[in-house]
Nanobody, 115 residues
């Protein structure tokens, strides 16, 4: 089992920045991918950023150049640095881990971009 706990969400003005954290615990060896998803009200959950085991990354077109996924192995934590935030980035952000075919989700953290 892998447990994921997100933090760092909040209210930010358009153009501002936030850094989300996802702390992993439990049987965290051999995790294949770590990723961030988001779900806006009334919409489907969508992938935002993914980091593969070799630390290569990929991003949704809507966040490329603005968001960065990174990992601190010593702290078993994955981050999502979000810059130049827009109102359309408002959503609940979830951390996801895939390990040997098993999928784990965190509880989510709310990000609201509004003036």
């Amino acid at each position: 089992q892998v447990q994921l706990v997100e933090s760092g969400g909040g209210l930010v003005q358009p153009g501002g920045s936030l850094r989300l954290s996802c702390a992993a615990s439990g049987r965290i060896f051999n995790i294949d991918t770590m990723s961030w998803y988001r779900q806006a009200a009334g919409k489907q959950r969508e992938a935002v950023a993914i980091m593969f085991v070799g630390r290569s990354t990929d991003y949704a077109d809507s966040v490329k150049g603005r968001f960065t996924i990174s990992r601190d192995s010593a702290k078993n934590t994955v981050y999502l640095q979000m810059n130049s935030l827009k109102p359309e980035d408002t959503a609940v952000y979830y951390c996801k881990a895939v390990q040997g075919g098993h999928v784990y989700w965190g509880q989510g953290t709310q990000v609201t971009v509004s003036s």
